[in-house]
């Protein structure tokens, strides 16, 4: 049998066998690398080289900048002040807490980047606001983990300077903007089924908001919203760099959360500091081992592989592409979204630029498949943070979620086969 051949089985079979055990992902990729190396009787020093090289990149500072601006701001109390914000714009509309839920996960995830963080801020407000008014706690709990999914897809996400990076440089500030009309699209898909599942169950308006409340309600949700305006000013003005920007909206959070409106003591950023510190460095590993592993996959020409079988398969760009989302629905339940965005962007980027597929777009299919993953068992982080926040189990928060999950598959086929509303605003700002 042909060594190259043997190699890759060996690298497959053994990451599949470190998965099967549990092993953390990180550890999979750098064991299952290492293991591939010593076959091939290739150096062990380059498996240091790729994992260092891998993460020597001045944009990867971006990440978490973003990831601690998100946790100063939901540490300082103003998811509260984003949920106002909302429900003075739509809390009026019949099942009005519903649309006010989708709604604040946006803004909040123009700040925090994370379906998860979005899920557990909102969340831990949303979900006993609406269960007190009546909503089904079921309901309650699909609504948000579904709405949640818009921080992974909305700038600043820093999944997609993730992607950027494993994609060789692709233009962060083109990226940013690419998810901003599908983040759009998605809002309205999820206000549109919530709104009618809202009639259907009979759920009310919301109490009108005292009209001498209104002139705070605009300051403090604009405020609130205000470090997303630094970032994404800074980028699309060409004044800072993703980095820069970053930390500058870091700094203006600080300022704000804790100088500001001071709802947290300055002791608590202590442990804003460690939880960020925490996620960066698993980040940064996965970031490292995933290097590792891709320049393996590009030695034994597994992409090319990949490319030829797809092109082997059909030569329609439309079928391949439903190859494609299939195949990354179906890896989105057993695999976390940072991992599954480091391996198969070597993997399929190839394929997809092959058939005319921009890396821009195909980063935002990407992304929203992987953003989809953390809804379903087994993985699922968002649904079981949501699940826990609710006090429902996982069958009944999956079933709750399912109405939603169909119109976000509508949404994924939208930005799949219909590239301009992906494309549009990067093209305007070249």
Same mark, same amino acid.
């Given at each position: 049998?042909d060594?190259q ?7 497959c ?16 990729l750098a ?11 290739v150096p ?11 993460? @020597?990149? !001045?944009?990867?500072?971006?990440? #978490?900048f =973003? &990831? /601690?601006?998100?946790?100063? %701001?939901g540490e300082?109390?103003?998811a ?12 009026r ?12 996960c946006m ?5 925090s980047?994370?379906?998860v963080?979005?899920a557990?801020?909102i ?36 999944n997609?300077?993730?992607?950027s990076i494993?994609?060789?440089?692709i233009?962060?500030? @083109?990226? !940013?903007?690419?998810?901003?009309? #599908?983040? =759009? &699209? /998605?809002?309205?898909t999820? %206000? ?23 002139p ?14 630094v ?6 003005s ?29 002791s608590?950023i ?27 996959l590009?030695?034994?020409k597994i ?8 092109l082997?398969?059909?030569?329609s760009p439309?079928?391949?592409?439903m ?8 890896l989105?339940?057993?695999m ?7 391996i ?28 989809m ?7 699922g982080?968002v649904?079981?943070?949501g ?15 399912m ?9 994924l086929?939208l930005i ?15």
């Amino acid at each position: 049998m042909d060594e190259q051949l043997v190699a890759a089985t060996l690298l497959c079979s053994a990451f599949i066998g470190f998965m099967v055990l549990r092993f953390p992902v990180a550890l999979v990729l750098a064991f299952s690398t290492m293991a591939t190396m010593i076959y091939m009787d290739v150096p062990l020093a380059v498996l240091g080289q790729q994992m260092i090289q891998g993460i @020597s990149s !001045f944009s990867l500072l971006a990440i #978490p900048f =973003f &990831i /601690l601006t998100g946790q100063i %701001m939901g540490e300082g109390g103003l998811a509260m002040r984003m949920v106002n914000l909302a429900y003075l714009l739509v809390g009026r509309i019949r099942g009005g807490l519903a649309l006010v839920n989708c709604v604040a996960c946006m803004f909040f995830g123009n700040i925090s980047g994370s379906a998860v963080a979005d899920a557990s801020s909102i969340g831990s407000v949303m979900i006993p606001m609406m269960k007190k008014k009546g909503y089904d706690a079921d309901y309650s709990v699909g609504l948000t983990i579904s709405s949640a999914i818009q921080g992974v897809v909305v700038p600043p996400s820093h999944n997609l300077v993730l992607y950027s990076i494993v994609a060789g440089g692709i233009s962060i500030k @083109s990226l !940013f903007l690419a998810g901003i009309a #599908p983040g =759009f &699209i /998605l809002l309205f898909t999820l %206000m549109t089924v919530a709104y009618i599942m809202a009639r259907k169950r009979g759920y009310q308006k919301g109490d009108p908001v005292p009209k001498e409340k209104v002139p705070g309600i605009l300051l403090h949700g604009i405020l609130s919203l205000s470090p997303a305006f630094v970032i994404l000013g800074g980028i699309l003005s060409g004044l800072f760099t993703a980095t820069e920007s970053g930390a500058m909206a870091a700094t203006y959070a600080f300022i704000l959360a804790f100088g500001f409106y001071r709802e947290a003591p300055l002791s608590a950023i202590i442990p804003v500091l460690k939880r960020t510190f925490r996620i960066v460095l698993m980040v940064y590993f996965l970031i490292a081992a995933s290097a590792a592993f891709g320049w393996i996959l590009a030695y034994l020409k597994i992409p090319v592989l990949v490319t030829d079988f797809f092109l082997s398969v059909s030569d329609s760009p439309i079928v391949i592409m439903m190859l494609i989302n299939i195949l990354l629905l179906l890896l989105g339940g057993p695999m976390d979204m940072a991992p599954m965005i480091l391996i198969m962007t070597p993997i399929l980027l190839p394929v997809c630029t092959a058939i005319g597929i921009d890396p821009v777009h195909f980063g935002l299919i990407l992304i929203f498949n992987a953003g989809m993953g953390l809804l379903t068992p087994p993985v699922g982080t968002v649904l079981f943070v949501g699940c826990a926040i609710g006090g429902v189990s996982l069958t009944q928060g999956t079933k709750a979620m399912m109405p939603f999950f169909y119109a976000m598959i509508v949404v994924l086929l939208l930005i799949t086969y219909v590239p301009q509303t992906v494309m549009w605003l990067p093209t305007m700002f070249k």
